[in-house]
């Protein structure tokens, strides 16, 4: 498709009612009611995804150079929710295996004990399983998971794979009052392992460390 000229920002509804997808072009009945509109392939941001006849989209209308309306900025029904649902979490996610390889380096400069790196593992894949059996049991009407066991959960450290949760699931990412006592948990769980990086923190693991079982008092880990 040659020539267009800049499009209008108005958002139009339509379906495709004719595609040729090996020519990659075919045309749009708006659901208003209209003249039909030549659309290209060339005019889907995402070309990962072929359209197919018969798929509602929106697009904005422009004309070529002979002035016939056609399709730019076109996307599918339910792609875009989809694209930031899938793009929703990648902060968090990031944020979260940062944090996470922090706490390891701390582990590997002898500052915390190799379980606290397990734990905070262990915790966040917890959490991000209840936040999915949640949303799953809210979407059947099933019996829910407490919001007090979900921020426990964060506070033990699991408030990573929380936060992962919220954005990917869009689950409890809007609930004002959930998420600030969720910020709260954040808060107080870094405080707490922010302490143990000071001197009494540092003597207090030392204590703890000393008073649990080594490895090789448990039968399964004794040398034969």
């Not at 004990?113 to 915790?123: D, N, Q, R, S």
């Not at 949760?165 to 959930?178: D, E, I, T």
Request: glycine share 10%; hydrophobic share 40%.
């Amino acid at each position: 498709m040659s020539g267009q000229k800049t499009p209008v920002s108005k958002r139009v509804k339509g379906k495709i009612s004719i595609w040729n997808d090996d020519k990659g072009f075919g045309f749009i009945e708006p659901l208003m009611g209209g003249k039909r509109v030549f659309i290209h392939i060339k005019s889907f941001p995402n070309r990962r995804r072929r359209p197919k006849a018969g798929e509602v989209v929106t697009y904005s209308l422009s004309s070529d150079r002979q002035g016939r309306p056609c399709a730019t900025g076109v996307t599918i029904a339910g792609e875009q929710a989809k694209i930031r649902q899938r793009s929703g979490g990648t902060l968090p996610a990031f944020t979260g295996l940062v944090f996470l390889g922090l706490v390891g380096v701390s582990t590997l400069l002898g500052n915390l004990p190799p379980i606290m790196l397990m734990a905070y593992i262990g915790m966040s894949l917890l959490a991000y399983l209840f936040y999915y059996l949640d949303k799953s049991a809210a979407r059947r009407g099933r019996w829910r998971t407490k919001e007090s066991t979900l921020h426990l959960l964060a506070l033990l450290g699991g408030w990573p794979g929380a936060w992962a949760a919220q954005q990917r699931l869009r689950h409890k990412s809007r609930k004002q009052p959930f998420r600030f006592i969720f910020w709260l948990t954040v808060l107080a769980n870094l405080g707490a392992l922010a302490w143990l990086h000071t001197a009494e923190g540092t003597t207090y693991l030392h204590t703890l460390a000393g008073s649990m079982p080594s490895l090789s008092e448990y039968p399964f880990f004794r040398p034969h």
